[in-house]
T-cell receptor, first 113, second 109 residues
C-alpha cells in the first residue's frame, strides 16, 4: 500500500524543547514538503525538498530545520526558536516540482505548553 | 505577494443541490490548479486537478478553469452530507504552489 506516514499523530512538548516530526513516503516521489496549518487558516509552506540532500526554505522557515538524507524520509525539527509552535503539521509529496499534485500524510498535531 | 483567494463561507447547500465553490488567483504564471477536500481534524485529500481552460468532470465533481479571468471553480452535483468539509483551492507555477484558506461547505438535509 503506497502512501505517506507521519508520526506521531499527537505530540505534546514543554516550551524550550526541540521536537522532531517524522515523515516517510513509499510513493517513489522526488519532492517532499512540510506545511503548517493554524485553526481556520490555509497551509503555509515551511520547507521543501526536490531531491535528496537538497532543500529550500518556504515562507515560514524560521525556527524550523529539516534534512533529506533518504528519498523516502523528510523529518522536520521544531526548535525552541520557533515562537508559536503549536499547530497542525502536514507533510506532502509529489512526483517532482510544484506543478504536480501533492499528496498529504495524516498530519501531526503538536501542542507546546 | 502572489495569492489564492477563496470565500471562507460557510456555504450552506441543501442535500441534492449543486454546490459551487470559487477561487481566484493572482499569479498569471500559474499552470496547474488543484482542489482538496479537508474534513475537520484531517489532512487535505486531492479531489480534482486541472491544467487547461475549460471543464474537467470526474463523477459528481466538475472543475472549471478560466485563465483569462484567473478563476477556478469546483461544482459538486447531487450534494451529499458527506461533502460537508472545507475545500482548499491551490495554484502552482513551476516553482511554487500556493493554497487558499479554504471554503467551508455545509450540506443541510
Amino acid at each position: 500500500d503506497g502512501g505517506i506516514t507521519q508520526s506521531p499523530k499527537y505530540l505534546f512538548r514543554k516550551e524550550g524543547q526541540n521536537v522532531t516530526l517524522s515523515c516517510e513516503q513509499n510513493l517513489n516521489h522526488d519532492a517532499m514538503y512540510w506545511y503548517r496549518q493554524d485553526p481556520g487558516q490555509g497551509l503555509r509552506l515551511i520547507y521543501y525538498s526536490q531531491i535528496v540532500n537538497d532543500f529550500q526554505k518556504g515562507d515560514i522557515a524560521e525556527g524550523y530545520s529539516v534534512s533529506r538524507e533518504k528519498k523516502e524520509s523528510f523529518p522536520l525539527t521544531v526548535t525552541s526558536a520557533q515562537k508559536n509552535p503549536t499547530a497542525f503539521y502536514l507533510c506532502a509529496s509529489s512526483i517532482t516540482g510544484a506543478a504536480y499534485e501533492q499528496y498529504f500524510g495524516p498530519g501531526t498535531r503538536l501542542t507546546v505548553t | 505577494q502572489k495569492e489564492v483567494e477563496q470565500n471562507s463561507g460557510p456555504l450552506s447547500v441543501p442535500e441534492g443541490a449543486i454546490a459551487s465553490l470559487n477561487c481566484t488567483y493572482s499569479d498569471r504564471g500559474s499552470q496547474s490548479f488543484f482542489w482538496y477536500r479537508q474534513y475537520s481534524g484531517k489532512s487535505p485529500e486531492l479531489i480534482m486537478f486541472i491544467y487547461s481552460n475549460g471543464d474537467k468532470e470526474d463523477g459528481r465533481f466538475t472543475a472549471q478553469l478560466n485563465k483569462a479571468s484567473q478563476y477556478v471553480s469546483l461544482l459538486i452535483r447531487d450534494s451529499q452530507p458527506s461533502d460537508s468539509a472545507t475545500y482548499l483551492c491551490a495554484a502552482s507555477s513551476a516553482s511554487k504552489i500556493i493554497f487558499g484558506s479554504g471554503t467551508r461547505l455545509s450540506i443541510r438535509p
